[in-house]
């Protein structure tokens, strides 16, 4: 348990590759530089404001995303459509805009597990319930 606020020299280490700081109590905005990660696990925090674009930073190796459980608001970044290499999304028991921002989108073509708290997202990725 850490609490407020986040280490933002964490971001300074650019060969992390796992990050699971959940639980942590954290707040504030999501932190945004992570080039090189694979699974961020950030859930279960008091992060507040929207997700930054600058998150998909490591589009090509993010492979697991979980930020459920947080005070998060606003819609979904669209270049998360653009990651192929995202197996798994966290997004539920946040304040998101879900149906407006992923509901068209093609989730399915790559996406294994997806719990993202929207039940009308279930014809674009299996929602494994919460």
């Known amino acids: ?13 650019t060969n992390l ?33 929207s997700i930054p674009n600058e998150l998909w930073e490591s589009k090509n190796r993010l492979v697991a995303l979980f930020l459920q459980g947080n005070e998060l608001i606003g ?27 992923l509901c068209s989108w093609r989730l399915s073509d790559f996406l294994v597990e997806c719990n993202i708290g929207c039940d009308c997202c279930d014809s674009i990725c299996v929602d494994s319930g919460e």
């Open 1 to 13: 348990y850490f609490g407020d606020p986040f280490p933002a020299w964490l971001g300074s280490l």
């Open 17 to 49: 590759k796992y990050l699971d700081l959940s639980g942590n109590h954290f707040g504030g905005n999501l932190p945004n530089k992570f080039p090189n990660l694979q699974l961020l696990d950030l859930s279960e925090n008091k992060f507040e404001g």
């Open 75 to 101: 819609s979904i970044p669209s270049d998360l459509q653009n990651l192929p290499s995202l197996k798994e999304l966290h997004l539920y028991g946040n304040n998101l805009d879900i149906e407006s921002s």
